[in-house]
Every structure is written in C-alpha cells, then in structure tokens.
C-alpha cells in the first residue's frame, strides 16, 4: 500500500527562508505532467500556505526531478533568487548526490566507476546504456560500491558524475544487476506499492544565500528489506 504525501504527513528535512527540501515518498511527482495528478510541489505550497498564513499565491520553485517510483531528497526553492543560485548549483555539477540502491544480482566488482553512452527513448521513457558512443547519446558515469549484502539482495552506495534520465537504473542495469521492483530495466517483478528501491540518500551543498555547507540526509522508506540495509 502506497501513501503518497500530503500536507499533513510530509516529511520535511530542512527548511528555512530560502529552501526547503522534502523526503519523497513512492508515487510522488516532483512537478505535473500528463497524468494530471497532484505534484509534490502543489503539497509543499499547500504546507508553506497553511504553516505561515500566507494570503495569495505561494511562490515554490522546482529545481530538480526524481521518478515517480524512487524515494528521498527533493529541493525546492522558496524564493526567486534560491530558484536560480540553486539552478546554477545544479547544473554546474556544484553539489554531492549520494544514492542508496537495491539490487538483485550482486555486481562482479565490490566498487566501481560506471561509464557507459545513455540514449534516450522517448516513447517508451527509457534510456539504454552503450558502452561506445552512439548518435544522440549522453556520457554517464557513476562510482558505486556495496555497502550490505542481503539473503537475495544486494545494497549499494551511487554516487553521480553525471545527471541523465534514468542514470542509475540504466546503468545497472546494464551490468546485469537491475535495481529492485524496476520492471522498465529488467526486474523479475514489480514491488507491492509499485516503486522501486532505488532512494536518493544525501545531498551536499552550499546554501544559496547564506553560503553555508548544508548536508541533507534523507531516512530510507519503513520498509523491510530498506531496514536490513
């Protein structure tokens, strides 16, 4: 059973003046689209609303995206300017993202550096890792090693070099160990609330305004094999 965020249970990490950063939940959606259904970022203005009694529109940016089926950290901007100093902190590959993944077949290499060529498809939303360049493909790389081994599962630390669609499950899978309940990448089987284990676990970076260090960590979804991990 699935419970999406609403205003009353969402998990806020860290908030102040400028920002405010989330633990999301499986089948949030960081911002609309198609589906119509309600984003995460609509939850969090309801909550900024509510909490400070603001009259009118509640100004909320969104800075980046995680897929519907994974969990943890999500930044949003409260103000205009944390909107674009954060936007450049993005894009400048300026900030540490730290993923939790759990897979099915224990990768050959403890640890390892990850690269491959990433082409999109558009059609059916996936990206299909090439280890040589193909046309319209993005380099993607990533470090990752294992940190627990489960009864049938393993339990490895990501961390990205690179941001493209479907990095992480892409890129595991392509080494033959896709990522937990992740069908679209070569799972066996779908998890019970249609997510998959795959959680954005960390995040470093400089305050947009203040400019100190900030480190988020998100606690992994009260779940069975994420608490063995």
Not at 9 to 35: A, F
């Amino acid at each position: 059973m699935k419970i999406v965020s609403n205003k009353e249970n969402l998990q806020i990490l860290h908030e102040d003046n400028h920002i405010i950063v989330v633990n999301k939940r499986v089948g949030d959606i960081v911002q609309g689209d198609k589906t119509g259904d309600k984003p995460l970022s609509d939850v969090v203005k309801e909550y900024i609303k509510d909490k400070y009694n603001k009259p009118g529109d509640v100004f909320l940016g969104v800075i980046h995206r995680l897929d519907r089926p994974t969990t943890g950290i999500v930044v949003f901007a409260r103000t205009s300017k944390a909107l674009s100093r954060m936007n450049e902190l993005f894009s400048n590959r300026e900030t540490k993202k730290t993923y939790w993944a759990v897979v099915k077949n224990k990768p050959v290499e403890t640890a390892a550096k990850l690269v491959h060529y990433l082409k999109r498809n558009e059609k059916n939303n996936t990206s299909k890792a090439h280890l040589k360049e193909v046309p319209d493909s993005k380099l993607a790389s990533l470090d990752y090693k294992i940190i627990k081994e489960l009864q049938n599962y393993t339990a490895l630390e990501i961390n990205l070099h690179t941001g493209r669609h479907h990095q992480i499950r892409a890129q595991l899978s392509a080494i033959g160990s896709p990522i937990k309940g992740d069908l679209k990448y070569g799972a066996d089987r779908s998890n019970p609330d249609g997510g998959i284990h795959l959680h954005a676990r960390k995040l470093v970076f400089v305050h947009p305004v203040s400019k100190e260090n900030i480190t988020i960590i998100a606690p992994t979804p009260d779940e069975t094999i994420w608490n063995a991990v």
